[in-house]
């Protein structure tokens, strides 16, 4: 059974840093990785996608990384800003849901940057 | 495109009574997905649907719920004598078929 786990649960950091936020999951057979954000009373709005054969997405300030093997996700969020406040969803598609996109979701970290 | 619609945002209930939450998906999707996010947990699958199919309901409880995708119109998920352990915000999802999933702004269930 597939798990998702992220690291750490919460992030307070002030404006202009870069960050690294953590995602980890127990089985390699995935068919892509996606890193949502979420804010309060609103839905998922998705940031990177990455395909199972790449290793990583950038968009704008942000970049994603894949090491299927290790199980491992990183999302590197550059000169971070009091928007970026929000919390951050990993999600894996298991390679077994051929078709259709079941997505199983980490806990999220939940980020605030402080002017 | 509106993207996915759901409604209500906001839905109370009593104990013991019903709750209908409705999605509309992205035109063009005929693919819809349900999850529910318990207060500090993930979002957990719930079931997922075509039109007049239910595809995958392993994430329902077997119990109480019900979700549906009629011909015409939203997608309904129906909770029947709800419990305050339903409390929950409850995503809708729509995909056309192949990559990419767009989420609604949930429903957030509260049970009195």
């Known amino acids: 059974k597939q798990e998702v786990t992220q690291i750490p649960a919460a992030l307070s950091v002030p404006e202009g840093e870069n960050l690294v936020l953590n995602c980890s999951f127990t089985d390699s057979a995935i068919y892509n990785l996606q890193w949502f954000r979420q804010d309060p009373g609103k839905g998922l709005t998705s940031l990177l996608l990455?395909?199972?054969?790449?290793r990583e997405q950038t968009s704008g300030r942000l970049n994603a990384s894949l090491d299927k093997s290790s199980g491992r996700s990183t999302l590197y969020i550059a000169a971070s800003q009091p928007g970026d406040s929000a919390t951050y969803l990993c999600?894996?598609?298991?390679?077994?849901?051929?078709?259709?996109?079941?997505?199983?979701f980490g806990t999220g970290t939940r980020l605030l940057v402080s002017p | 495109n509106a993207g996915v619609m759901q409604n209500p945002r906001h839905l109370v209930r009593r104990r013991g009574q019903e709750a209908r939450l409705r999605c509309s998906p992205m035109k063009g999707h005929s693919h819809v997905y349900w999850y529910r996010q318990l207060p500090e947990e993930g979002l957990k699958f719930m079931v997922y649907?075509?039109?007049?199919?239910?595809?995958?309901e392993s994430g329902m409880p077997k119990e109480r719920f019900s979700a549906e995708f009629p011909k015409e119109g939203p997608s309904i998920l129906r909770i029947q004598q709800v419990v305050r352990g339903d409390s929950a915000a409850y995503f809708c999802?729509?995909?056309?078929?192949?990559?990419?999933?767009?989420f609604g702004s949930g429903t957030q269930l509260s049970v009195l």
């Open positions: 999802a729509s995909s056309p078929g192949g990559a990419g999933t767009t």
């Open positions: 990455i395909q199972s054969s790449q």
């Open positions: 999600a894996v598609r298991p390679r077994e849901n051929t078709g259709f996109q079941k997505l199983v």
């Open positions: 649907l075509q039109k007049e199919n239910i595809i995958d």
